[in-house]
């Protein structure tokens, strides 16, 4: 069974601070890295996405990726109320055929208080 | 600028009726998915196409059947309507190959009696 875990919150930050969203994945030949954002009793909204071992960053935004540990990671620089949602992590695996399919984590509740 | 379009947005049915969630989007992609999002459970797949007359199960497809209408449109139904069913229902989209994202749509919240 593929997963994708995520560690449910809520994850509480105060506004300005850096929010750290972790994931880690099972699939060792996964190939790409998503993360969405989803505001209560809305659809997930996609942030970034990331292939390569690294940093990538995009405004505020920063995904790392270590594939030799299966873990990916959202940080979320001077976080502000707004940010407060739940943050889905998605990955695709090795053995989709091509077809783009997508297994997701549970999500994280990230809260930013004032 | 649609998107992905579903509706209804939300529906009450009784067990054991049947009923059609329809999908559309304008964004020319061969890729379309069905999901469900239930509570703590995250986002479950339950069919997808990826391509227009080609059709495959997902995660959890028992008790749904699809139909990918046209390279726009992607319906699930369900024939006989079960509590176990009560969910929150997206469409999503995407290119076809590579590492593509999939675009969701805005869901549909259904409830069965």
């Known amino acids: 069974q593929k997963e994708v875990e995520q560690n449910s919150g809520p994850l509480s930050v105060p506004e300005g601070a850096i929010a750290s969203l972790n994931c880690t994945y099972s699939d060792r030949g996964s190939q790409s890295f998503f993360w969405y954002r989803q505001y209560s009793g809305k659809s997930p909204e996609l942030i970034m996405f990331i292939y390569s071992n690294g940093d990538k960053e995009d405004g505020r935004f920063t995904a790392q990726l270590n594939k030799a540990s299966q873990y990916v990671s959202l940080l979320i620089r001077d976080s502000q109320p707004s940010d407060s949602a739940t943050y889905l992590c998605a990955v695709k695996g090795s053995w989709d055929g091509g077809y783009n399919k997508l297994i997701f984590g549970a999500g994280t509740r990230l809260a930013v208080h004032p | 600028n649609a998107g992905v379009t579903q509706t209804p947005k939300f529906q009450v049915l009784k067990t054991g009726q049947s009923m059609t969630l329809q999908c559309a989007q304008d964004?020319?992609?061969?890729?379309m998915y069905w999901y469900r999002q239930d509570p703590g459970m995250g986002l479950r797949l339950i069919y997808y196409s990826a391509s227009e007359g080609t059709t495959d199960k997902g995660e959890v497809p028992n008790g749904y059947n699809v139909s990918r209408l046209n390279k726009r449109e992607f319906s699930l139904r369900l024939e006989s309507a079960a509590p176990s069913q009560t969910s929150v229902y997206f469409c999503?989209?995407?290119?076809?190959?590579?590492?593509?994202?999939?675009?969701f749509g805005d869901g549909t919240r259904l409830s069965i009696l």
């Open positions: 999503a989209s995407s290119e076809s190959g590579g590492n593509q994202p999939q675009h």
């Open positions: 964004m020319n992609h061969n890729s």
